[in-house]
């Protein structure tokens, strides 16, 4: 080899050389620094998996083993100088130190997080000369024998672990911790839809975990719960008995149904039912207790609520008042209570076990149709009557109600209430006998009172009818008048008195009934007013009308119930006032009722008194104040005031005097004819053009009478023969019928009760002859029960007459049913003379000497003699008639002292 050659050699060997050197000394750095970050990259990759170990670890609390890995993993990695692992509290996990430290170390940290005030920091220091002293060895044998292969092999090496082995092996791990995430949470989730309470305790009983529904029901949240002491939620004696139960005693062992209250977070017990599960770690010691419980709060309130109930009932069906029985679906006995037991003779040991068995009677509630035993096996409800077999064979009668007990569609047994029914069977039957008992005594008292009427009013009809006629007499003077006048009063108390006890009859057989009119309301309280003012004269003391308010002057009611009611209040105040005044007053009340009081200042009521006056046949005055009357008035107006639908009320005070008053609805009638309260005589009657005679060749109207009563034939004869009529007459049924047939009359009046062929009868036999059926027949009873008016106007009478006779009642019967027209005295037309009142009275006053002259009269008690001048006085001046008037009617009664008070104001003075 030429000098050149080897200086070429020398040069490309120093060249290499050089190159090598500078290759190696680029490749040791390159390979140094490459080391350092691939050192420094491992140990943060193996702390990263270091770090999801020790995470694990402290979820399940292994703090030991923790520590434990840590101190043998630095021990065996030589490069390892240092390893820290401290906790959030500066506890230190683990300290390792290797024995102989370097100056210099590579150090690398991760900090753990497993909640807000949860974390381990980890430090990590590795030995760079260790491994800077495996370069330089690694580096001389691969520099010197293989360095570019090695190099190569380095760097392909390097790249291979980088991207085949590093991302794959990373790769692994993301994917371990993310399905170890998603496990966690869908457990979580399926925790927390848990409706149980569910608590993870640890060895010591501190909660590690609990789920949703432990903090709804504790009222905690789970931060809140978590690492805290159990026995915060329960009670002292309560918690001794859970660290009882979870004492460990068997592997896996598990317990339940264990009621524990738990406290809540606002001091609220509920009651929980408890069961719990022992976790064990491979040595069989216990890590935790998963505790689960049961919110049974409502439950136990429904239980006790249950239980009171059931309670509440066994005592009600043991009270009950009837038997009560519970059958199955085969009609065996399951239920008796003690009433149901005491009805068949049974004691208690014998209650389940008897049946029930029936004998099937006909009775009036089942009539045969259904039996005991067919209800049961049928399985419907049933009520019926029965007899049922006691224990000891006898029977008793009970009354019984069948009622299904269902499930679903399925009738599965009866409920059976009896009622023994032996007394009530005999009480209905005393009360049915006692019942008819009463009725016929009723109807005995209505016989009774329908004679003792009839009779009654018999004489009473010749009593008033003449009184009547005689009133009508003009030749008659005024003493006799007078005379008349009082006969007439004295008729009409007796035939009051008579109707009060009839009406009392009426009301308690429910007969009473109102026969609404149109009246002339300020006429007919003028009316009462004149009598009763006559009356407080005869008894010295004042009586005061006053009217309230504007009255209308026609309405619509029973005249004759409304004039007893106002009569009867009026009777008693003028009877019970011995000194002061009586006032009645009349008023609206409202706009549709009227006020209808009477005031007096007599001896007044005790208050204890005040219920039995209403009271039949009940005075409560004292002894000088029952000398007359029957004590039905106010029993009477009471039931006449219900009747009308008005209200009565009473006040009074004994010793100053008594208010009664009713207020009634009546209806206002306008538009009504003015009233007559003159008497003009009738003289006779003329014929219509056409009139209805039953036989011509008449010139007046044939009326037949019919009446056994020789007196009642008079009467009539004597008030309407003289009129015109020609009366033929009849004394029974049988005698009408041949004098009809003969005469063919214009009008019958028919009298109802009579002997042989009574008036009912008969006149069922003209209406059904071919003839006579058109005659008018106005029946004529004594007789003051309403069913006889019906009675015979169902039959064909035309009308009805009541005795005793109103004159012109018959009268206005006569014109109604024959059209005829009425002649007065003096060929005179119907007078009609308006009753004076307080608000159309317009008179003339008397002169001062015409005063003096009455008042000497009154005072020398010279009644002829003032009637006299009042005549004279009257002729001089008309207008003075409405003065005259009142001075003639205190004349009438011969009282002086008021014809004196009446004049003192127009005396001279």
Not at 529 to 537: G, K, T
Request: charged content about 25%; aromatic content about 8%; overall charge negative.
């Amino acid at each position: 080899m030429t000098v050149q050659q080897k200086r070429l050699l020398f040069y490309f060997l120093l060249i290499l050389l050089g190159f090598l050197i500078l290759s190696s000394v680029l490749i040791v750095s390159q390979q140094r620094q490459m080391m350092l970050g691939y050192a420094e990259k491992r140990a943060n990759l193996e702390l990263d998996l270091i770090a999801d170990f020790v995470k694990e670890s402290f979820l399940k609390q292994d703090y030991a083993i923790a520590s434990q890995f840590l101190q043998e993993w630095g021990e065996k990695r030589d490069y390892i100088v240092t390893m820290k692992a401290v906790t959030k509290n500066n506890f230190e996990l683990v300290n390792y130190v290797r024995a102989t430290p370097t100056s210099q170390q590579l150090e690398v940290s991760r900090h753990i997080q497993f909640s807000p005030k949860n974390f381990v920091k980890i430090t990590i220091s590795s030995d760079v000369t260790f491994i800077t002293q495996v370069i330089s060895r690694l580096n001389i044998y691969l520099l010197l024998v293989f360095a570019g292969v090695f190099m190569l092999f380095g760097w392909i090496v390097w790249i291979a672990l980088r991207t085949i082995a590093l991302i794959p092996l990373e790769k692994e791990i993301s994917s371990r911790t993310q399905e170890l995430k998603q496990e966690r949470d869908f457990v979580t989730a399926i925790l927390n839809t848990v409706s149980a309470l569910i608590i993870v305790l640890d060895k010591e009983f501190r909660i590690f975990r609990v789920n949703r529904t432990a903090c709804e029901i504790t009222g905690y949240r789970s931060d809140e719960l978590e690492n805290q002491a159990i026995q915060g939620l329960f009670a002292e004696k309560d918690y001794a008995q859970l660290q009882t139960l979870l004492a460990p005693t068997e592997y896996n062992a598990h317990y339940s149904h264990c009621e524990i209250q738990l406290s809540t977070k606002f001091n609220k017990l509920e009651e929980i039912e408890w069961s719990y599960t022992a976790l064990y770690d491979a040595q069989n010691q216990v890590q935790h207790y998963v505790i689960t419980g049961l919110k049974i709060t409502e439950r136990k309130q429904a239980e006790q609520e249950l239980a009171r109930l059931s309670h509440q009932n066994q005592l009600i069906l043991e009270a009950a008042g009837e038997g009560i029985c519970g059958l199955d679906a085969q009609c065996q006995t399951i239920f008796l209570n003690p009433v149901a037991a005491n009805l068949f003779g049974l004691t208690d040991n014998k209650t389940q076990s008897y049946q029930v068995v029936t004998r099937h009677i006909a009775t009036e509630t089942n009539h045969t149709e259904l039996t005991f035993c067919e209800a049961v096996a049928q399985g419907i409800a049933h009520h019926a009557e029965e007899e049922f077999y006691r224990q000891d064979g006898h029977f008793f009668l009970a009354e019984y109600t069948t009622t299904p007990i269902r499930e679903g569609h399925q009738v599965v047994g009866e409920v059976v209430v009896f009622r023994d029914i032996s007394e009530r069977k005999q009480a209905e039957l005393a009360l049915r006998q006692a019942k008819e008992l009463a009725e016929n005594a009723n109807r005995a008292k209505s016989t009774f009172l329908a004679n003792m009427s009839h009779e009654l009013r018999t004489p009473l009809n010749g009593i008033l009818g003449y009184a009547q006629i005689l009133m009508r007499e003009p030749t008659l003077d005024k003493q006799h008048l007078q005379g008349i006048k009082i006969i007439h009063k004295s008729g009409e108390y007796l035939l009051t008195l008579i109707n009060d006890i009839l009406d009392i009859a009426k009301i308690e057989s429910g007969r009473l009934e109102l026969r609404l009119e149109d009246f002339h309301l300020t006429n007919f309280l003028q009316d009462i007013v004149d009598i009763f003012q006559v009356r407080a004269r005869q008894k010295r003391i004042e009586f005061h009308f006053e009217k309230r308010s504007v009255l209308p002057m026609g309405i619509h009611a029973d005249s004759k119930r409304l004039r007893q009611i106002l009569i009867n209040f009026l009777s008693n105040a003028v009877k019970f006032t011995d000194q002061g005044s009586v006032v009645f007053s009349v008023g609206y009340e409202d706009e549709e009722h009227i006020r209808f009081q009477v005031q007096d200042t007599g001896i007044g009521i005790a208050q204890n008194n005040l219920d039995e006056i209403f009271a039949p046949f009940k005075q409560v005055s004292d002894t000088m104040h029952k000398s007359e009357g029957t004590g039905l008035g106010l029993s009477i107006t009471k039931a006449l005031v219900e009747q009308m639908e008005g209200h009565l009320h009473v006040e009074s005070e004994l010793g100053k005097g008594s208010l009664f008053w009713v207020t009634l609805r009546l209806a206002e009638v306008e538009n009504l004819r003015p009233a007559n309260h003159e008497i003009i005589p009738i003289t006779g009657y003329q014929l219509p053009n056409n009139a209805p005679l039953r036989r011509q060749g008449r010139e007046q109207y044939q009326l037949l009478v019919v009446d056994d009563r020789e007196e009642n034939r008079s009467l009539l004869k004597t008030l309407l023969a003289p009129l015109g009529f020609e009366i033929i007459f009849a004394e029974d049924g049988i005698v009408a019928l041949e004098q009809a047939e003969k005469y063919l009359p214009d009008l019958i009046l028919m009298d109802l009760m009579m002997p042989r062929l009574d008036g009912f009868e008969t006149t069922r036999c003209l209406k059904q002859h071919a003839i006579l059926h058109t005659i008018p027949v106005i029946a004529v009873s004594a007789s003051a029960f309403s069913f006889h008016t019906e009675q015979s106007l169902q039959i064909g009478c035309a009308d009805f007459i009541t005795k005793p006779f109103k004159i012109d009642e018959i009268f206005e019967v006569l014109q109604k049913h024959l059209a005829l027209t009425w002649r007065y005295a003096d060929d005179a037309p119907f007078k009609i003379t308006p009753l004076s009142t307080d608000e159309n009275t317009s008179s003339v006053e008397p002169s001062s000497d015409q005063a003096t002259m009455l008042y000497h009269l009154a005072m020398r008690g010279d009644i002829g003699g003032i009637q006299a001048e009042c005549e004279k006085l009257l002729v001089e001046d008309a207008a003075l008639q409405p003065f005259l008037d009142k001075i003639l009617k205190f004349a009438e009664n011969y009282d002086a002292d008021e014809i004196c008070a009446l004049l003192e104001p127009y005396l001279s003075s």
